[in-house]
């Protein structure tokens, strides 16, 4: 089992930047990609960063962050990070943390971001 915490989301104005962290817990060896969902109220939930845990850590990115949101992760802290710059208030969301490892499939309870105008 995998357990996913995360933190970091608030209110902030449109134009600030925040920065999200989802440490991760227990059995985190052989994880092959993790990544950041946001749902919306009213919307379905969308990917917005991930990252795969290979050689060279590529990342992916919706359309609508990028430039403005990187995904990291820190194996002395087990720990994946969104860097959050420029926010708009289509950014407000809840933000979930997700974790793979073969066929299993881990989420966080996830953080609330509002970005007002």
């Known amino acids: 089992q995998v357990q996913l915490m995360e933190s970091g989301g608030g209110l902030v104005q449109a134009g600030k930047s925040l920065k999200l962290s989802c440490a991760a817990s227990?059995?985190?060896?052989?994880?092959?990609?993790m990544g950041w969902y946001r749902q919306a109220p009213g919307k379905e939930r969308e990917l917005v960063a991930n990252?795969?845990?290979?050689?060279?850590?590529?990342?992916n990115y919706a359309d609508s962050v990028k430039g403005r949101f990187t995904i990291s992760w820190d194996n002395a802290v087990n720990t994946l990070f969104l860097q959050m710059n420029s926010l708009k208030p289509e950014d407000t969301a809840v933000y979930l943390c997700?974790?793979?490892?073969?066929?299993?499939?881990?989420w966080g309870q996830g953080t609330q971001v509002t970005v007002s105008s």
């Open positions: 997700n974790a793979e490892r073969g066929i299993s499939d881990y």
């Open positions: 990252i795969m845990f290979g050689i060279d850590r590529r990342t």
């Open positions: 227990g059995n985190v060896a052989g994880l092959w990609r």
